[in-house]
T-cell receptor, first 114, second 114 residues
Framework: DQQVKQNSPSLSVQEGRISILNCDYTNSMFDYFLWYKKYPAEGPTFLISISSIKDKNEDGRFTVFLNKSAKHLSLHIVPSQPGDSAVYFCAACSLRNAGNMLTFGGGTRLMVKP | GAGVSQTPSNKVTEKGKYVELRCDPISGHTALYWYRQSLGQGPEFLIYFQGTGAADDSGLPNDRFFAVRPEGSVSTLKIQRTERGDSAVYLC????????????FGQGTRLTVV
């Protein structure tokens, strides 16, 4: 039973346009959400996060939106750059859980074409 | 070191053999996590250490898997009687914990059981 799902395994976007990556979750105990980016042969690197008390968090070209009622979050990258090409993982945790262990989605491979 | 370091980067072993994977977390991080990433999937939680103790080992798949962190810093993931299904990338992460602190990942150890 996948508690965090990324239904699009891949996404191709033209440089300069917006990339929108989506993520759905089922566990209502999740109250903190993160996006990680992963290049081949490297570990995931933290990108941006959002607490369930917010519906939007912005950091430069990256914005994460959270819709709690729909149990859905999305990552917007604008403008997209070729260096953004990577696999993006959505992750969730419950801050009430002492260890903050992350539950990950399956990832979306983003390809930004020059 | 500046980041989470994992050794070896790659490990090929024969079915039935014993392997040890090492993780050197970011200095001062009290929380340490092991995750496993199978091909085409997101990382899955294995075990979490707070200091020297395993605070949550609910993700370990069976009793062939064991992990230690004797001095609260370096951790070793041990797999006995390896099986081909154990082949995956094993990721280690560390965190200073607290609210809204993200985990930092190492580059992973790619384990191949032949």
């Amino acid at each position: 039973d996948q508690q965090v799902k990324q239904n699009s395994p891949s996404l191709s976007v033209q440089e300069g346009r917006i990339s929108i990556l989506n993520c759905d979750y089922t566990n209502s105990m999740f109250d903190y959400f993160l996006w990680y980016k992963k290049y081949p042969a490297e570990g995931p690197t933290f990108l941006i996060s959002i607490s369930s008390i917010k519906d939007k968090n912005e950091d430069g070209r990256f914005t994460v939106f959270l819709n709690k009622s729909a149990k859905h979050l999305s990552l917007h990258i604008v403008p997209s750059q070729p260096g953004d090409s990577a696999v993006y993982f959505c992750a969730a945790c419950s801050l009430r859980n002492a260890g903050n262990m992350l539950t990950f989605g399956g990832g979306t491979r983003l390809m930004v074409k020059p | 070191g500046a980041g989470v370091s994992q050794t070896p980067s790659n490990k090929v072993t024969e079915k039935g053999k014993y392997v040890e994977l090492r993780c050197d977390p970011i200095s001062g991080h009290t929380a340490l996590y092991w995750y496993r990433q199978s091909l085409g999937q997101g990382p899955e939680f294995l075990i979490y250490f707070q200091g020297t103790g395993a605070a949550d080992d609910s993700g370990l798949p069976n009793d062939r898997f064991f992990a230690v962190r004797p001095e609260g810093s370096v951790s070793t993931l041990k797999i006995q009687r390896t099986e081909r299904g154990d082949s995956a990338v094993y990721l280690c992460a560390s965190s200073s914990l607290g609210v809204n602190t993200e985990a930092f990942f190492g580059q992973g150890t790619r384990l191949t059981v032949v």
